[in-house]
């Protein structure tokens, strides 16, 4: 026998005969071990001493892996996922083959959890490849991300082959199809210019939900990056016509629009009158909005700075990032809320520190807010 | 008995006639457990078990490597890789280990084990990122390369996710250090690879936001330590300055203002050396000597009795790119843009000599008996003979995309560009 095989020979004797000796209820307490793990490390002694058994079960078991990561935490379900890929990566070595049905039945559930969901598939994928036929087609508007992607990326390579063979039309209609389900970056880059190259407009602020109709007030005191925590007048109350201290004088809030194709709100723009120079440093700007939900719902509060912010919904803080030109990556921070019935007020506090480099003459954000997979909700009245 | 077997020497059993076949036949046995042992004391020695080496030096005592490869010639294996990443593999045995990052938002992360002999894949695990995944477009999540202490593997992210497996592919445990810290990451991808000394695994967090270098226990994952540092982007790895026994072994942190040198089991810092140290070069070591890649390279002699530096030369002209410094035998390696293999006294810091190469050059050389392997981003390893003048004795082509630094283990070298992992040996 190949030495290395030899160990792996063995191995997978001992897994089997694991796997024989683990009941449910041995399941359902190594799974409670491996969900209960926690920030620090917590859990992980627990989790370790619960994770031979359940990566050892019989691959029947494995729909109820995948089940329990629906809830589950984000480190919770890494180490469920590596059980699932252990126990099917054993049984396809040996018996080349997973039970499809099972497997393609749990991909089709849309009530479990999105990544269980296209983890299942792929393990699907390796012994069923003709799977991807039936099940993509369906995927556009599916609550899984990463199954959804794979259908925008079909229509999109459906268009480029009626483009091809000079059906305009139909190549547009697949790609606006395509648009309005994309909610990855890099597929929306791509169909807003497969798009415009066909004369059609795109709007990514509508798209994607991004605020850009604004209060804003400033510069208020940053030096020493002490402002961050100072709580300035807009953070205690709020009225469109107040008058208060700003870092040179008296400031007041004044309407800001962005005109940006990408929502960015450029507040060292919009409080150009009011600064000491152009793009003074240690500065500080507040913006603020008006958001209307006819329900009370979960959200989430997405955005985008270089600089350091905090933001609040209806007076409560609900994210603070204090980080100074740390990168502007597209829905950089993501943060879960929920909105009132009726009128919601959003408050955006933007830092800018001392730093002059090139990279740093930003005073800006962008802000939207949507759902858990990043689809759009506008403020409606 | 056992003092009978003490008797035998190597001469006696290589004479066929000294002594009786029963007593023969025992000593060869004893040969060849002594066989044996030696070489699994050349195996284990031959591990490669973190970023630049076990020692973080970029050397090995590998001999015969290929100089000349391409395909068809001297490439064992190449198999493609289910995930891009700067990372080095790591080679423990039999084994290669390395990892990876794919999808839309490279939030997909690997750990494969490929079989030394053949490239197949022995296990491959994966990671659901719980950190940022930004990254600059030539780098990806997996930045960082992996470290082991022979049995464990720790496996380390840009996403600031820390995993321990077996060498089997058993999770042991799992950290997730930016659901302890969300603001920790940069906008190019945080690429500090973890450090394995005594009993922990040292992880560097520096960067704008929650700024730290934590000592996580490798036995349980627990935090033993955790100390602030300076709230600016760091790219270095923690190097292991070793001691004469492992409670000695000191970790060496490069901050954007100084170098620091700490305990591994306190984190308690020892000594500190203010200069304007590099942010992507990591610091190399010899002996009770430091080779800092700073404004030029600057060495230092470190007195452990009383953790202590003397510096002892600084030399402008070794001011390098981003690859760290290598020494070897009497001298010193940097790679200074662009693209120039200088090669310097290691007593004076006086160049010796300069070879022009060519593209840009991210990963650090790979110093293997007379031959330095030097490999670009354009993918191009350059081997450069290291005589009384470097000459160039090849250029070869590996793909595209090479920002890992070159590995050697068990008379192979291992080589990975952007989507690839290759196996140069001999036939």
Redesign the interface.
Same mark, same amino acid.
């Given at each position: 026998m190949n030495?290395?095989r030899e =160990?792996?020979a063995v !191995?997978a004797i001992l897994m089997g005969l694991l796997a024989a000796t683990c009941s449910a209820a041995d399941l359902d307490d190594a799974l409670s071990a491996l969900r209960a793990?926690g =920030?620090?490390?917590a859990g @992980?002694?627990a989790?370790?001493a619960a %994770? =031979?058994q359940a !990566?050892a079960v019989d691959v029947s078991h494995v729909p109820e892996l995948l089940a329990a990561l629906k809830g589950a935490n =984000?480190?919770a !379900? @890494? %180490?469920i996922?590596? !059980?699932v890929?252990?126990v099917c990566?054993r049984v396809l070595r040996d018996e080349g083959t997973l039970p499809q049905a099972a497997l393609k039945h749990f991909v089709q559930d849309t009530g479990q959890d999105p990544?269980a969901r296209r983890l299942a598939y792929e393990w699907l994928l390796k012994v069923d490849p003709k799977a991807q036929e039936e099940l993509v087609p369906q995927w556009l508007d599916d609550p899984s991300l990463?199954l959804r992607?794979d259908a925008v990326a079909q229509r999109i390579e459906q268009g480029e082959q009626a483009a091809a063979a000079n059906q305009k039309d139909q190549a547009v209609r697949l790609w606006e199809e395509a648009y309005d389900a994309a909610r990855?970056r890099?597929?929306i880059r791509t169909l807003t210019k497969l798009l415009k190259d066909q004369g059609r407009q795109v709007d990514l602020v509508k798209h994607d939900g991004l605020i850009v109709d604004w209060l804003a007030i400033g510069p208020f005191d940053n030096t020493d990056e002490a402002g961050f925590d100072t709580v300035y007048e807009p953070e205690k109350r709020f009225d469109p016509k107040q008058t208060l201290q700003g870092k040179h004088g008296e400031v007041t809030w004044i309407k800001v629009s962005s005109a940006s194709p990408e929502g960015v709100v450029d507040l060292y723009a919009a409080l150009k009158d009011d600064l000491a120079k152009e793009q003074e440093r240690e500065v500080i700007a507040y913006a603020t909005t008006e958001f209307h939900s006819p329900t009370q719902r979960k959200v989430q509060i997405r955005s985008t700075s270089?600089n350091a912010t905090k933001i609040w919904l209806n007076g409560e803080l609900v994210d603070a990032?204090?980080?100074?030109?740390?990168?502007?990556?597209y829905d950089?921070y993501r943060a879960d809320a929920v909105l009132r019935p009726g009128v919601n007020r959003i408050l955006v506090k933007v830092c800018q520190n001392a730093q002059t480099q090139s990279w740093t003459n930003h005073l800006d954000f962008q802000l939207r807010v949507c759902d858990e997979i990043g689809s759009a909700i506008p403020s409606q009245k | 008995m056992r003092r009978d077997r003490q008797r035998y020497s190597l001469a006696e059993v290589d004479d066929p006639g000294s002594t009786a076949t029963v007593i023969h036949m025992i000593k060869k046995t004893q040969v060849y457990v002594i066989l044996l042992a030696a070489l699994v004391a050349t195996s284990a020695g031959a591990d490669w078990l973190q970023f630049r080496g076990t020692d973080n030096t970029s050397c090995c005592e590998e001999q015969g490597l290929p100089t000349e490869f391409s395909e068809g010639k001297n490439v064992a294996w190449k198999v493609d890789l289910p995930g891009r990443g700067p990372a080095s593999p790591i080679v423990i045995g039999d084994r290669i280990f390395v990892t990876g990052s794919s999808g839309a938002r490279q939030d997909r992360l690997h750990l494969l084990a490929l079989s030394a002999d053949d490239g197949s894949t022995i296990w491959h695990r994966q990671l659901w990122a719980t950190g940022h995944t930004e990254a600059n477009s030539m780098g990806s999540v997996a930045n960082n390369t992996p470290a082991s202490d022979g049995k464990l593997v720790f496996a380390f992210y840009s996403s600031n996710d820390l995993a321990c497996f077996d060498l089997d592919g058993n999770l042991k445990w799992l950290r997730g250090l930016a659901s302890d810290f969300p603001t920790t990451r940069n906008d190019v991808g945080m690429a500090s690879s973890p450090l394995v000394v005594g009993d922990v695994v040292v992880v560097q967090c520096e960067n704008q936001g929650e700024s730290f270098v934590a000592g996580i226990d490798k036995h349980t994952g627990l935090t033993r330590w955790q100390i602030p540092r300076e709230h600016s982007a760091i790219w270095s790895s923690p190097t292991v300055l070793r001691g004469k026994t492992t409670e000695d072994d000191v970790v060496l942190l490069h901050g954007r203002s100084a170098l620091t040198g700490h305990a591994w089991q306190t984190g308690k810092e020892l000594f500190r050396y203010e200069t304007s140290v590099h942010t992507v070069a990591s610091v190399t070591t010899r002996g009770n000597r430091i080779y800092l890649p700073a404004n030029g390279l600057h060495v230092l002699q470190y007195d452990p009795a009383s953790h202590s530096l003397e510096p002892l030369w600084v030399e402008r002209k070794l001011r390098g790119g981003n690859s760290s410094p290598v020494v070897f035998s009497n001298r010193v390696l940097r790679v200074r843009n662009p693209a120039i293999l200088s090669c310097a006294d290691l007593e004076t810091g006086r160049k010796l000599w300069d070879v022009r190469l060519e593209g840009a050059i991210w990963a650090t050389p790979l110093v293997a008996g007379d031959y330095a392997y030097v490999a670009s981003y354009e993918g191009n390893v350059f081997v450069v003979h290291l005589g009384d003048k470097g000459k160039l004795a090849s250029k070869n082509f590996v793909g595209k995309g090479v920002l890992a630094s070159p590995v050697a283990a068990g008379g192979a070298l291992y080589l990975r560009n952007d989507t690839q992992l290759l196996k140069i040996a001999a036939p």
């Amino acid at each position: 026998m190949n030495r290395q095989r030899e =160990p792996i020979a063995v !191995a997978a004797i001992l897994m089997g005969l694991l796997a024989a000796t683990c009941s449910a209820a041995d399941l359902d307490d190594a799974l409670s071990a491996l969900r209960a793990v926690g =920030p620090q490390g917590a859990g @992980n002694e627990a989790a370790s001493a619960a %994770w =031979p058994q359940a !990566a050892a079960v019989d691959v029947s078991h494995v729909p109820e892996l995948l089940a329990a990561l629906k809830g589950a935490n =984000p480190l919770a !379900a @890494n %180490w469920i996922r590596t !059980a699932v890929d252990t126990v099917c990566e054993r049984v396809l070595r040996d018996e080349g083959t997973l039970p499809q049905a099972a497997l393609k039945h749990f991909v089709q559930d849309t009530g479990q959890d999105p990544k269980a969901r296209r983890l299942a598939y792929e393990w699907l994928l390796k012994v069923d490849p003709k799977a991807q036929e039936e099940l993509v087609p369906q995927w556009l508007d599916d609550p899984s991300l990463e199954l959804r992607r794979d259908a925008v990326a079909q229509r999109i390579e459906q268009g480029e082959q009626a483009a091809a063979a000079n059906q305009k039309d139909q190549a547009v209609r697949l790609w606006e199809e395509a648009y309005d389900a994309a909610r990855d970056r890099d597929q929306i880059r791509t169909l807003t210019k497969l798009l415009k190259d066909q004369g059609r407009q795109v709007d990514l602020v509508k798209h994607d939900g991004l605020i850009v109709d604004w209060l804003a007030i400033g510069p208020f005191d940053n030096t020493d990056e002490a402002g961050f925590d100072t709580v300035y007048e807009p953070e205690k109350r709020f009225d469109p016509k107040q008058t208060l201290q700003g870092k040179h004088g008296e400031v007041t809030w004044i309407k800001v629009s962005s005109a940006s194709p990408e929502g960015v709100v450029d507040l060292y723009a919009a409080l150009k009158d009011d600064l000491a120079k152009e793009q003074e440093r240690e500065v500080i700007a507040y913006a603020t909005t008006e958001f209307h939900s006819p329900t009370q719902r979960k959200v989430q509060i997405r955005s985008t700075s270089s600089n350091a912010t905090k933001i609040w919904l209806n007076g409560e803080l609900v994210d603070a990032h204090k980080v100074y030109h740390g990168g502007t990556e597209y829905d950089q921070y993501r943060a879960d809320a929920v909105l009132r019935p009726g009128v919601n007020r959003i408050l955006v506090k933007v830092c800018q520190n001392a730093q002059t480099q090139s990279w740093t003459n930003h005073l800006d954000f962008q802000l939207r807010v949507c759902d858990e997979i990043g689809s759009a909700i506008p403020s409606q009245k | 008995m056992r003092r009978d077997r003490q008797r035998y020497s190597l001469a006696e059993v290589d004479d066929p006639g000294s002594t009786a076949t029963v007593i023969h036949m025992i000593k060869k046995t004893q040969v060849y457990v002594i066989l044996l042992a030696a070489l699994v004391a050349t195996s284990a020695g031959a591990d490669w078990l973190q970023f630049r080496g076990t020692d973080n030096t970029s050397c090995c005592e590998e001999q015969g490597l290929p100089t000349e490869f391409s395909e068809g010639k001297n490439v064992a294996w190449k198999v493609d890789l289910p995930g891009r990443g700067p990372a080095s593999p790591i080679v423990i045995g039999d084994r290669i280990f390395v990892t990876g990052s794919s999808g839309a938002r490279q939030d997909r992360l690997h750990l494969l084990a490929l079989s030394a002999d053949d490239g197949s894949t022995i296990w491959h695990r994966q990671l659901w990122a719980t950190g940022h995944t930004e990254a600059n477009s030539m780098g990806s999540v997996a930045n960082n390369t992996p470290a082991s202490d022979g049995k464990l593997v720790f496996a380390f992210y840009s996403s600031n996710d820390l995993a321990c497996f077996d060498l089997d592919g058993n999770l042991k445990w799992l950290r997730g250090l930016a659901s302890d810290f969300p603001t920790t990451r940069n906008d190019v991808g945080m690429a500090s690879s973890p450090l394995v000394v005594g009993d922990v695994v040292v992880v560097q967090c520096e960067n704008q936001g929650e700024s730290f270098v934590a000592g996580i226990d490798k036995h349980t994952g627990l935090t033993r330590w955790q100390i602030p540092r300076e709230h600016s982007a760091i790219w270095s790895s923690p190097t292991v300055l070793r001691g004469k026994t492992t409670e000695d072994d000191v970790v060496l942190l490069h901050g954007r203002s100084a170098l620091t040198g700490h305990a591994w089991q306190t984190g308690k810092e020892l000594f500190r050396y203010e200069t304007s140290v590099h942010t992507v070069a990591s610091v190399t070591t010899r002996g009770n000597r430091i080779y800092l890649p700073a404004n030029g390279l600057h060495v230092l002699q470190y007195d452990p009795a009383s953790h202590s530096l003397e510096p002892l030369w600084v030399e402008r002209k070794l001011r390098g790119g981003n690859s760290s410094p290598v020494v070897f035998s009497n001298r010193v390696l940097r790679v200074r843009n662009p693209a120039i293999l200088s090669c310097a006294d290691l007593e004076t810091g006086r160049k010796l000599w300069d070879v022009r190469l060519e593209g840009a050059i991210w990963a650090t050389p790979l110093v293997a008996g007379d031959y330095a392997y030097v490999a670009s981003y354009e993918g191009n390893v350059f081997v450069v003979h290291l005589g009384d003048k470097g000459k160039l004795a090849s250029k070869n082509f590996v793909g595209k995309g090479v920002l890992a630094s070159p590995v050697a283990a068990g008379g192979a070298l291992y080589l990975r560009n952007d989507t690839q992992l290759l196996k140069i040996a001999a036939p």
